[in-house]
């Protein structure tokens, strides 16, 4: 039985066939209606916090009255229910925010000149373009991409400040060709242009700390503080450029746009960077061991060593969090709360980015595989409500597993994001509906499994919630301790040094 997907979650073809519809639809977005004077400036608040801006003598319709059609699916709730899904030609995208501003069924409304619609954003993200939303066999497409007319665009001015000022005289960025420039000052007792003391380029260090960012703060702010703690990170790789102990206090929001900066201006000189392992040096785990044995006490260690952050709360990089200015007076990061955009013809509108462009982001492999009755309805769907990320799946190239970008399991995910995978479909003959989902945390390599089962409408609407809700779902991420000692006191990590450092250090 072919079980390849078609696109979306509602198909034409489909009806539904239990007491009410259950698949999602496009109509089960709430329509709003309103009728303006088009002789008149208007402002239009929505419901969910759209603001659309008519110029006087901007639309034209008969009498001088405009009836309009207002849809809005700003949150991954509203998309779910819609079968709004963030995909452009089969790129992968992640929303900042949709739209539908259309005539009512009723009227002639035409546009004049471009009208000016701001979507609300918590927080602001470069590299968000407009796209128009093209109907397709009962789906919507999002094409013809285009940047907004806002300062979206604009350059992360706040991360750039503060890496030329902090950063840029010890981690000198590499050139294009590989080589270094000059090293500069340093305001330490260093030979000039010593390779020795040079710190490593801090492109695709986020990479290399598995984009842990929560831990990278906490190294960056004392890198004393994090070694001493005895955390089993990639802290090695930092140990010889920082021989002087510095702490900063720098806020997560300063942090991020460093950081932020370095991925975005990274990334237009050289590929996205491959994770590192985990070092093994003697230099590495001498360190550790003198410093836990100058400690008195026994309840500092950590009984796993690396920590990963199992939400993207304010210690983490999400994707939509770039700063676009320099920040207030004090210096402190400027609040975004809106995307705005200019639109000279009517239809659904989306604000996306491509995730294989967003700083979080890196190719991984996602595989899934479903588990229960084989049925020619079932719809197969990746979510990530940090980066309102809805896409369709389809059978990967084995016949077996399901993926989310072309025939292999490769796709561009934002990494350590809750995310959850779902299925629905119904038995037309038995009158079924059938729902399955699992959750888990993005990483470089994801092989899931769901169970797709006899259920009901009222659990799926209830996934839906949970979703979009502030906390989400559970989503619960497993500690990297393999190489770990057992226990959690500071005798078995001096143990566990000591066999490393008889081991490594010869």
């Given amino acids: 039985m072919n079980r390849k997907l078609v696109s979306i979650l509602m198909l034409t073809g489909l009806a539904a066939c239990t007491t009410r519809s259950v698949l999602p639809s496009r109509e089960k977005i709430a329509a709003q209606f309103i009728t303006i004077d088009t002789r008149r400036d208007t402002t239009l608040k929505m419901k969910d916090g759209l603001e659309i801006i008519i110029?006087?003598?901007?639309?034209?319709?008969p009498g001088n009255s405009a009836r309009l059609e207002v849809r809005e699916a700003l949150d991954i709730s509203t998309m779910i229910k819609g079968g709004l899904v963030t995909k452009s030609d089969g790129k992968l995208l992640s929303s900042g925010g949709m739209f539908k501003i259309a005539p009512a069924s009723d009227t002639k409304v035409s546009i004049n000149k471009p009208i000016t619609v701001r979507v609300p954003a918590k927080k602001i993200s470069a590299g968000m373009q407009l796209y128009d939303g093209v109907e397709r066999d009962g789906v919507v497409n999002w094409e013809n991409p285009r940047p907004l007319n806002d300062s979206a665009g604009e350059p992360n001015k706040l991360g750039e400040e503060l890496y030329n000022t902090y950063c840029k005289d010890c981690h000198v960025p590499q050139n294009t060709d590989g080589t270094y420039p000059p090293m500069t000052s340093v305001g330490l007792a260093l030979v000039d242009n010593d390779q020795k003391y040079r710190a490593k380029p801090l492109y695709g260090v986020i990479a290399d700390w598995r984009y842990d960012t929560a831990a990278i703060f906490e190294f960056v702010r004392c890198k004393d503080r994090y070694?001493?703690?005895?955390?089993?990170?990639?802290?090695?790789?930092?140990?010889?450029?920082?021989?002087?102990?510095i702490c900063m206090g720098m806020s997560n929001g300063d942090l991020t746009a460093i950081f932020d900066f370095i991925e975005s201006d990274g990334r237009k000189k050289h590929p996205i960077p491959e994770p590192a392992t985990p070092c093994d040096s003697c230099?590495?785990?001498?360190?550790?061991?003198?410093?836990?044995k100058r400690l008195d006490t026994s309840d500092i260690a950590?009984?796993?060593f690396v920590t990963r952050t199992d939400t993207r709360t304010a210690d983490t990089i999400p994707g939509d969090y770039k700063v676009t200015e320099a920040g207030t007076q004090n210096g402190k990061q400027a609040k975004a709360s809106y995307y705005t955009v200019k639109i000279d013809n009517f239809g659904w509108k989306n604000v996306d980015e491509e995730t294989r462009n967003m700083a979080m982001a890196a190719p991984s492999k996602l595989s899934v595989q479903v588990n229960g009755p084989s049925l020619p309805s079932m719809h197969i769907y990746l979510v990530i409500p940090q980066d309102k990320i809805l896409s369709p799946g389809g059978l990967l190239s084995d016949g077996v597993s399901y993926g989310f970008y072309g025939t292999d399991s490769t796709v561009y995910l934002p990494q350590r994001a809750p995310a959850y995978i779902f299925a629905i479909a119904e038995d037309p003959d038995k009158k079924e509906f059938y729902f399955g989902h699992t959750s888990f945390v993005t990483d470089y390599t994801n092989n899931l499994s769901l169970q797709l089962q006899?259920?009901?409408?009222?659990?799926?609407?209830k996934f839906i919630q949970q979703a979009g809700g502030a906390t989400g779902l559970s989503a619960k991420?497993?500690?990297?301790?393999?190489?770990?000692?057992?226990?959690?006191?500071?005798?078995?990590?001096?143990?566990?040094?000591?066999?490393?450092v008889a081991k490594h250090c010869r």
Wanted: glycine share 6%; with cysteine.
């Fill in 55 to 61: 110029p006087a003598n901007a639309l034209a319709a």
């Fill in 227 to 245: 070694l001493a703690s005895g955390k089993m990170h990639l802290g090695c790789r930092y140990l010889s450029p920082h021989d002087v102990s």
């Fill in 283 to 292: 230099e590495y785990y001498q360190y550790h061991l003198n410093n836990l």
């Fill in 302 to 304: 950590q009984e796993d």
């Fill in 454 to 461: 006899l259920s009901s409408p009222e659990n799926f609407e």
């Fill in 477 to 500: 991420v497993g500690t990297v301790s393999s190489s770990s000692p057992a226990g959690s006191n500071t005798n078995r990590l001096v143990r566990y040094y000591e066999e490393m």
